[in-house]
């Protein structure tokens, strides 16, 4: 359920045309048909769904870049999904949480779930944000960090 609201919160950050781009690009990649610019497209492209500003400004997409296996990634996730079910152990938590999470990350739905399972939880917010709080508003995200570290 969780991966399937995911996948739409990512499909739904692009537009309809970027969303073909993209499919068009894998497939020409995939195909061993894709020069490095289209390669770097491509990249950019799966990168949005995942940072508030569109297009990713080139410095923030170097810093979330890095080079992906995605065979090795759908495995990784497959057995993530499969196998690594916490929430049962979870329910006997007694300690604190801090969850720090850009509001317009496509996954913060997930802080959102871990607040309705830990009323104490404390969700930081911050907004013009996706996935990386601490690249895309680095103030703001290390004065959170440093504030909950200093009261642990």
């Known amino acids: 359920m969780a991966f399937s609201v995911l996948f739409t919160n990512r499909t ?9 781009r993209l499919s068009d690009l894998n497939k020409r990649i995939a195909k061993n048909k894709a020069d490095d ?4 497209e ?12 569109n297009p990713v400004p080139d410095d923030l997409f170097k810093l979330i870049n ?5 065979k090795t990634e759908q495995l990784l996730i497959k057995d993530i999904y499969d196998n690594f ?6 329910k006997n938590y ?29 969700l930081h917010w911050i907004n013009r944000c996706g996935h ?14 440093y504030e909950i570290l200093a009261v642990k």
């Open 37 to 40: 610019s289209e390669i770097l």
């Open 132 to 145: 990386f709080p601490m690249y895309e508003q680095a103030s703001e995200f290390y004065t959170i960090l």
């Open 12 to 20: 739904h950050t692009r537009s309809a045309e970027e969303e073909q």
């Open 42 to 53: 491509s990249k950019k492209l799966a990168r949005r769904a995942y940072v508030y500003e």
């Open 85 to 90: 079910d916490v929430s049962e152990s979870l």
């Open 66 to 70: 890095s080079e992906r296996n995605s």
């Open 94 to 122: 007694k300690g604190p949480i801090d969850i720090i999470s850009g509001r317009q990350d496509v996954v913060g739905f997930f802080s959102y779930e871990v607040k309705i399972d830990f009323p104490n939880a404390n």
